[in-house]
């Protein structure tokens, strides 16, 4: 069964620095997502991707985030500057259609010292 | 601020039991619903979406929809170990492209 892939498991990074999270949507999807889960917390929305730019974001997603679709496979977060606080959980989703469920990747640990 | 509201749990049933879990939302345009399943440090799991309202199954799961009440439950019939997990309700917001609410997840733990 397809999946959404992402990389790296674990971003270890010192605070200031930047951070790409990269994920591989489920080829034939059209909608991509970010969420963010900090520990012990409910999954939250982050931004939403849909024909090659953002369609809907949230307050969370401010000018230190930053979204990219380089090529046809790959979706990226960017983190710049990066705080103590953003220490989480970051999550892809894409789906086939806007009423479609979106599925996840396994996500990617960040972990700002 | 639309909100999706569940009760956190722990919910504990006997192995076999059927569970219940149970989902309110605010934002009343919301026309798509799903259940995702969370097992501690892993990523949501979709188990079944829901857009009308009545019951739906998939082998041992049935989703309900009440739009009217603004509610979505969750039952598991046989409830097995391997079901002890969070299970996350998500709401699509009415305003497109699929944002989606997530409640805080009700813990559930089967008792074997």
């Known amino acids: 069964e397809p999946e959404v892939t992402q990389t790296p498991s674990h971003q270890v990074t010192q605070m200031g620095q930047e951070v790409i999270l990269r994920c591989v949507p489920i080829?034939?999807?059209?909608?991509f997502y970010w969420y963010r889960q900090i520990l012990g917390q409910k999954v939250e929305f982050l931004v939403s991707f849909y024909n090659n730019e953002i369609s809907e974001k949230s307050e969370i997603f401010d000018d230190q985030f930053s979204v990219e679709r380089p090529d046809g496979s790959n979706f990226t977060l960017k983190i710049r500057s990066t705080k103590l606080e953003d220490s989480a959980m970051y999550f892809c989703?894409?789906?086939?259609?806007?009423?479609?469920?979106?599925?996840f990747g396994d996500g990617t640990r960040l972990s700002i010292l | 601020q639309k909100e999706v509201e569940q009760n956190s749990g722990p919910l504990s049933v006997p192995e076999g039991a059927i569970a219940s879990l149970n989902c309110t939302y605010s934002d009343r345009g919301s026309q798509s619903f799903f259940w995702y399943r969370q097992y501690s440090g892993k990523s949501p799991e979709l188990i079944m979406s829901i857009y009308s309202n009545g019951d739906k199954e998939d082998g041992r799961f049935t989703a309900q929809l009440n739009k009217a009440s603004q509610y979505v439950s969750l039952l598991i019939r046989d409830s097995q170990p391997s079901d002890s997990a969070t299970y996350l309700c998500a709401v699509a917001d009415s305003g497109g492209y699929q944002k989606v609410t997530f409640g805080t997840g009700t813990k559930l733990q089967v008792i074997p």
């Open positions: 989703a894409s789906g086939a259609g806007n009423t479609q469920p979106q599925h």
């Open positions: 080829s034939n999807h059209l909608y």
